[in-house]
């Protein structure tokens, strides 16, 4: 399971970055669409765009104490993330690591016997579905910022939601 974190897992902040935990909100439903999905017997791996790094406005080791905390809190809820991968590059970087290309998906299929084909990506943005469809991989949209539907691309409320539609159809 391939999910985004902005936007899905947490409350994404309009025009500015999430750089320190104090700013981290976990969106409703998002630790119990984890948790439904690691009992479902899902590897989950987090992969999200993190430019914030590459423009200068956080660093590395801001975005890890960020994930430090976020993973101690799943795990206390039952749904701890297996990895959280990220790029750290700018749009302008052309980087293949940033969605929507799909290198962290490649990444994490080496990483991991993953079975690309029982895969699903979640995420808030047509480029996480992007990323995930050049990796073979479907996508559920999460609460997606405006614009159309994809053709043969489904919408949920939540993570949870998403969760749901997923185990239901395995």
């Known amino acids: ?12 902040i309009p025009g500015d970055y999430v750089r320190s935990w104090d700013q981290f909100e976990f969106l409703p439903g998002a630790r119990a669409g984890l948790r439904l999905l690691r009992e479902a017997g899902y590897a989950l791996i987090v992969i999200t765009n993190q430019r914030g790094i590459g423009r200068g406005l956080m660093s590395e ?22 990895a959280i991968l990220h790029c750290p590059h700018d749009v302008h970087e052309n980087c293949g690591c940033r969605k ?11 990483m991991f016997a993953i079975d690309r084909a029982r ?20 996508g559920i949209l999460v609460a997606a910022r405006g614009g159309a539907r994809p053709a043969g691309v489904d919408r949920a409320g939540s993570l949870l939601v998403a969760a749901r539609l997923i185990v239901g159809r395995r």
Not at 1 to 12: E, I, K, Q, S
Request: glycine content about 12%; hydrophobic content about 45%.
């Open 61 to 82: 080791a801001d975005l890890a104490a960020v994930h430090e905390r976020m993973q101690a809190e799943l795990l206390r809820a039952g749904a701890g993330v297996d």
């Open 100 to 110: 929507p290309r799909p290198g962290m998906i490649e990444r994490a299929l080496g």
């Open 1 to 12: 399971m391939f999910v985004d974190r902005d936007g899905v897992v947490n409350r994404r």
């Open 119 to 138: 895969s699903w990506v979640v995420g808030d943005s047509l480029s996480d579905i992007e990323a995930g469809r050049a990796a073979g991989v479907p």
